[in-house]
């Protein structure tokens, strides 16, 4: 394919493999603008005061002057910050994957980049990585916080390091989200209304439809004798919630009790754990996100045949 | 090589144009692109020889600029063939991309890189190793004059700095063609100087070069062919004498009036001699299809219907003038 005049084709230099061109320039302006230091900062204020307040909250509960060792409440502070956590992570993800391609789009770069020799590939996971790997620092620089639990005991720090793992996938698949909501929409401004609108429905969303939805279903099954002995398909739909998925990994009984219909269901347990279908169906979406993405950064060739030879 | 390669060169062999000067290093065919209801190319056929400097021209919205992003991979043609250095850009974008240096009508910058590390940048992204490109920089740099500023934030660059930068950008990985909309845009005159001179280096340079400007007047010494464009059609395409030729099968004429400007025009739309009639103010421009001898008649007769002309003489209209005035409505029956 090689015409007479074109340029030579080197083996690319070690390095440049593990990060690419695309990837060194995102990491480099980021850390280059005080944004992301007031942003580091404001998200730490924002988890410092959560936990602090929470922390407040459950030492009134022990009583003045009391200090008993207790796992079990030391263990629902954990999961508070958790999920406080979770909700600063869903705020954050859609402001910072939503502009990444519009961004370059509305800069008049992007077009500089798509003539370049990295592939839509290339591009779409180094803005996505560069995105994440921001938050995980924001996230990262918690710990601090978080290390405060132990302090109380009942936690150890396994259940840490899963809990940020689960972060990390959540900001993956929303990332993800975000990044092809900014490939397909010309306007950074649509799609960062576009990226929080499916936050919230994914959030709010399931878990208001599962209660309204329960409470239909177990209307149709009130006053049969025998409760069904089938598990509520509406549970599903709380797989779906980042928050609820968070806590079955810490509660094992929420997934049993989502799926049981009403609340004299009887309970013949969950067909799946809330976190396994979370994991399971994010996968796919992330996947499908990115695939799109990459397919629709760069014009789309419709298919073969119409066109004359010449 | 393998059949299909075979079968490509062939097919290139046979598209050699008779001149014999070589493959040419753009090739357009039947070329249509339409977004929605809008007919942005109807049909665009053009050719432009390797190592040469062709001026592509042509009034806003006539298709410029969506020529020159197909040929650069960003839009994909409706219809028709659009090859360079005989390679499909639909079908093989990346080598397409691996041979052109583009610099768009507009174009941003990363304003927090600094001057160096922006070319790294793009040199990187274009696959240029290290090594090579520690050693074209500093020579890209020195050609658009930027030597001094290497270490200065893009951010603080003047808009014909960022220009410039942009064009060291699109040679960075020492490409054949240089697609260039619009380089001078926006430029101060000697902003504007600066930059035909790096132009008129990459031409010595051995550069296939296209290039839509409206400094087209100041290229005309070094386009070598310029190709009109018109809601979407190539009206004319050949060599700046040569569409001069064509254009001035008359000539343009300006008659400057003390006074009556609207009655002298009207009175040379009625002329057999006289053609397209354009006034702007005291100022009368018209197409003239006559000689001296009849030209020294109109003259004698203006003065003698009580006319007062001021000046009256062939127009110094420059090249774009010249060509929009003249393919204004016309080669296009839309």
């Not at chain 2, 240096?101 to 190793?129: I, K, Q």
């Not at chain 2, 100087?193 to 100041?218: D, F, N, V």
């Amino acid at each position: 394919m090689n015409g007479p005049s074109a340029p030579k084709r080197m083996p690319p230099e070690f390095g440049a493999k593990l990060i690419n061109p695309v990837l060194g320039k995102e990491f480099t302006l980021r850390m280059r603008t005080p944004r992301s230091m007031w942003a580091l900062l404001f998200y730490l204020a924002a988890i410092g005061v959560l936990a602090f307040g929470l922390l407040f909250i459950f030492r009134l509960d022990y009583g003045l002057g009391m200090s008993v060792f207790e796992p079990e409440r030391s263990r629902m502070l954990f999961l508070f910050i958790s999920v406080a956590q979770l909700g600063l992570i869903a705020f954050m993800t859609p402001g910072l994957t939503a502009g990444v391609i519009s961004g370059e789009r509305e800069r008049q770069t992007l077009n500089l980049l798509l003539v370049t020799q990295q592939s839509s590939t290339g591009i779409i996971l180094s803005k996505l990585v560069s995105s994440l790997a921001f938050m995980t620092l924001l996230v990262i620089s918690t710990l601090p916080v978080f290390s405060i639990v132990f302090l109380y005991g009942g936690i150890s720090p396994g259940q840490v390091a899963t809990v940020f793992a689960f972060y990390l996938f959540t900001m993956l698949a929303f990332g993800s989200f975000g990044v092809l909501f900014s490939t397909l929409m010309r306007r950074t401004m649509l799609s960062v209304i576009a990226s929080y609108g499916l936050t919230l429905i994914l959030y709010g969303g399931t878990a208001f439809l599962y209660v309204v939805l329960g409470l239909m279903v177990e209307r149709l099954t009130a006053g049969q004798l025998n409760p069904p002995a089938y598990y509520g398909w509406t549970g599903f739909l709380m797989g779906l919630n980042p928050a609820a998925a968070l806590v079955s990994i810490f509660v094992p009984d929420l997934s049993d009790q989502v799926f049981r219909i009403g609340m004299a269901g009887r309970q013949i347990g969950a067909p799946i754990r809330l976190w396994q279908e979370y994991f399971i169906v994010y996968t796919v979406l992330a996947v499908i996100a990115i695939l799109l993405s990459i397919r629709h950064i760069r014009p789309v060739p419709r298919r073969k045949g119409n066109q004359p030879k010449i | 090589m393998t059949d299909a390669a075979e079968r490509q060169a062939d097919e290139r062999l046979r598209d050699l144009p008779e001149d014999g000067s070589g493959r040419p290093m753009v090739e357009i065919r039947g070329l249509r692109k339409r977004f929605g209801q809008f007919e942005a190319l109807r049909s665009v056929d053009l050719t432009i020889r390797r190592g040469t400097v062709f001026g592509f021209i042509g009034p806003n919205g006539a298709g410029k600029t969506t020529t020159m992003a197909i040929l650069a991979t960003l839009i994909l043609p409706d219809e028709g063939v659009v090859r360079v250095d005989g390679i499909d850009v639909t079908e093989h974008p990346a080598e397409v991309r691996r041979r052109i240096g583009y610099m768009p009508d507009f174009f941003g910058v990363y304003d927090r890189f600094r001057t160096t590390e922006y070319l790294h940048f793009y040199g990187a992204s274009c696959g240029v190793p290290k090594a090579e490109r520690d050693a074209i920089i500093p020579q890209l740099l020195e050609l658009v004059n930027l030597t001094d500023k290497k270490d200065a934030y893009v951010d603080t660059l003047s808009r014909g700095m960022k220009q410039r930068l942009c064009l060291a950008r699109c040679l960075v990985h020492n490409p054949d063609l240089l697609i260039l909309d619009e380089p001078a845009s926006g430029l101060d005159p000697r902003a504007r100087i600066e930059m035909r001179e790096i132009i008129k280096e990459l031409k010595a340079m051995g550069k296939t070069i296209l290039i839509s400007s409206h400094i087209l007047p100041e290229l005309a010494e070094m386009v070598d062919e310029i190709g009109v464009i018109e809601q979407g059609r190539v009206i004319a395409q050949g060599s700046v004498a040569e569409i001069q030729r064509r254009l001035h099968a008359g000539r343009i004429l300006e008659l400057r009036l003390a006074e009556r400007a609207g009655d002298a025009a009207a009175l040379l739309e009625g002329e057999p001699l006289v053609g397209r009639v354009i006034r702007e103010g005291e100022l009368v421009r018209f197409q003239f299809a006559g000689g001296d001898e009849e030209q020294a008649e109109l003259l004698v007769r203006l003065v003698g219907l009580g006319f007062r002309p001021v000046a009256f003489g062939e127009a110094q209209t420059n090249l774009e003038d010249v060509f929009l005035e003249m393919t204004r409505g016309s080669g296009v029956e839309a």
